[in-house]
Nanobody, 114 residues
Framework: VQLVESGGGMVQPGGSLRLSCAAS????????MSWYRQAPGKERELVAG???????NYVDSVKGRFTISRDNAKNTVYLEMNSLKPEDTAVYYC?????????WGQGTQVTVSS
């Protein structure tokens, strides 16, 4: 099982990034997919999730700015991040979960700074 995140980097406030998480080794379409983030000295928090049917949910702080989507044909989940703020700075992790298992990626750093 592998989850490989990409797309992180440094961006100025107000900028945009698109994170990708490529999955392999399990039946991607059968898993709920989520993006979490962890800032220095803080707990890991759920940012956005997307169900197997495409239903989405977001933490209040990113609603209207972030969009999660999935492409089951490519075994990939995305996080489109717009209007980025310094407080969005964190390591972003991809998670795959079903009733029996939970898998994590290695994380990708997002830094929002002028």
């Amino acid at each position: 099982v592998q989850l490989v995140e990409s797309g992180g980097g440094m961006v100025q406030p107000g900028g945009s990034l698109r994170l990708s998480c490529a999955a392999s080794g399990f039946t991607f379409s059968g898993y709920h997919m989520s993006w979490y983030r962890q800032a220095p000295g803080k707990e890991r928090e759920l940012v956005a999730g997307i169900s197997t049917s495409g239903r989405t949910n977001y933490v209040d702080s990113v609603k209207g700015r972030f969009t999660i989507s999935r492409d089951n044909a490519k075994n990939t989940v995305y996080l489109e991040m717009n209007s980025l703020k310094p407080e969005d700075t964190a390591v972003y992790y991809c998670n795959a979960q079903d009733m029996w298992a939970s898998y994590w990626g290695q994380g990708t750093q997002v830094t929002v700074s002028s």
